[in-house]
């Protein structure tokens, strides 16, 4: 079974959502440096024209005989006019009265000095324009007089001008933005790559393969692979612990459990005595009670731990299911039970051959068990649709009904209370299928007789 992982978020989607967040910003911020930038320098562009206007003009006004005139030179006037077709409005003035020009051209909020020229932005006449004012002092009938010219000038060429630049700036924004997107996506793949190097190459390990991580890695990664180095260290222990306890189990566990059966039977031989023979005959079924359980225990913990480390290889199971029989062979003949073995495939896939041998075991001696003297046992290997197929077929009770709950741990059927055994034998076959991808299958067969089917998928 595939391993699963709990999954919360990706590194690379926020890392990528971040720095592209942050090109967008970027991007926001270079388009509004940009426009700010050439609004500021169309304004003072004009603004200066505006001041060469409107000094001109200024310089135009003359006092002849005891008269203020105002000469206004095509220059001051056109030098605004060549630079756009926005209109253009002039005037001048003293505190008093209107020498010339537009009367009502806006104001600014008090008078210039002299010397000084003030800037103001208005509408007028339902346009938006840009106003300059200065002032001059002349002499007038030996006093004093204060001349103010205002020059105005609207902004529709200037907002032309920026909307042109505006475009030109989104345009270096979107390619900004697109061209740091794409270096992000580049970055944010390259940062998490040492994460998927280093999963790869543990993926890419057998089973039993619990060397540590050796490659270099970035200095953030350096607390992972430490972490996992100590986690392997620690797994490679424990796994040679269970190995350790699982050998030596069987060997205390069986050992005693063969020598008091040996010695039971050799009293059975020796006593005549009907109530102590009985006794004895209790006493080695008790044994072989417990010295089945305790192997078939011994057994499912050796699947559980192998289950989950498969070492997989090429196997023949017509060869493995001849093997067994020959080895199953004496027990049977002991109940004049026939063992025929029909092999219409090699029923070749790819599996751990002690877990299916083990697997193919247990089905084999639970059919032998079940079967009533002098009576055969059918092994049929078969392969087709994909899959490769071991029938066991028996003359035993079959199946009560609710089989499909026979392959929990220790279930055993209602029919079978008097013989010997443990419940655990369709459990290691059923985990071994599913281990190997396949699955079991438990019948009864038209008349009398049990048929469990073990499938596995071809290679």
């Known amino acids: 079974m595939k391993a699963q992982a709990r999954v919360s978020g990706s590194i690379r989607r926020r890392l990528t959502l971040q720095l592209v967040g942050s090109a967008a910003v970027l991007a926001v911020l270079l388009f509004l440096l940009v426009l700010g930038f050439a609004r500021r320098v169309a304004e003072e562009s004009q603004d200066n024209i505006l001041t060469a206007s409107v000094t001109s003009i200024l310089e135009s006004v003359a006092v002849q005989d005891g008269a203020l005139t105002a000469d206004i030179p095509y220059a001051a006037l056109s030098m605004l006019g060549n630079v756009s077709n926005d209109r253009v409005f002039y005037a001048i003035r003293t505190a008093t009265e209107d020498l010339t020009g537009y009367g009502d051209l806006p104001r600014p909020d008090r008078d210039p000095r002299a010397g000084e020229t003030l800037f103001l932005t208005a509408d007028y006449k339902g346009d938006s324009l840009r106003l300059a004012s200065a002032a001059r002092t002349v002499s007038l009938e030996g006093q004093p007089l204060r001349v103010i010219a205002s020059v105005a000038q609207t902004r529709n060429g200037q907002a032309a001008t920026l909307e042109r630049i505006s475009a030109i700036a989104a345009v270096l924004g979107l390619g900004f933005f697109l061209v740091s997107a794409a270096l992000a996506i580049l970055a944010a793949q390259a940062a998490v790559k040492p994460l998927n190097d280093l999963a790869g190459s543990v993926s890419r390990r057998g089973p039993k393969d619990l060397r540590p991580v050796v490659a270099p890695v970035p200095s953030e990664m350096a607390p992972l692979v430490v972490s996992l180095n100590g986690f392997i260290a620690r797994l490679k222990v424990s796994l040679a612990r269970s190995e350790d306890f699982i050998a030596e189990a069987a060997h205390r566990v069986r050992t005693p459990l063969a020598t008091v059966r040996t010695q039971a039977e050799v009293a059975l031989r020796r006593v005549e005595r009907p109530e102590n023979r009985k006794a004895l005959k209790e006493m080695i079924r008790a044994i072989d009670e417990s010295s089945r359980a ?3 225990l011994l057994d499912h913990a050796m699947v559980t731990f192998r289950t989950d480390s498969l070492e997989r290889q090429d196997v023949s199971l017509a060869d493995l299911t001849a093997d067994l029989a020959d080895r ?6 002991l109940k004049e039970i026939t063992l025929r073995l029909e092999a219409l ?5 790819e599996g751990d051959p002690i877990l299916l041998q083990n697997a193919v075991r247990n089905i084999l001696d639970n059919a032998i068990k079940y079967s009533p003297e002098d009576s055969c046992v059918d092994l049929v290997i078969e392969a087709g649709e994909g899959v490769v197929r071991l029938r066991v077929e028996d003359e035993g009770p079959g199946f009560p009904s609710g089989a499909d709950k026979l392959t929990a741990r220790f279930a ?9 055994g443990s419940g655990l034998g ?5 985990e071994v299928a599913e281990a190997h ?10 008349g009398r007789g049990a048929c469990v089917t073990l499938e596995f998928p071809a290679p």
Do not use: F, Y
Request: glycine share 18%; aromatic share 0%; no cysteine.
């Open 328 to 333: 199953l062979g004496p027990v049977a003949d």
């Open 412 to 420: 055993r059927g209602s029919n079978v209370s008097g013989t010997v």
């Open 437 to 446: 991808g396949g699955k079991l299958k438990m019948e009864n067969r038209e």
């Open 426 to 430: 369709l459990t290691i076959a059923k």
């Open 294 to 296: 305790a192997g078939q």
């Open 345 to 349: 495939d090699p029923g070749r896939i």
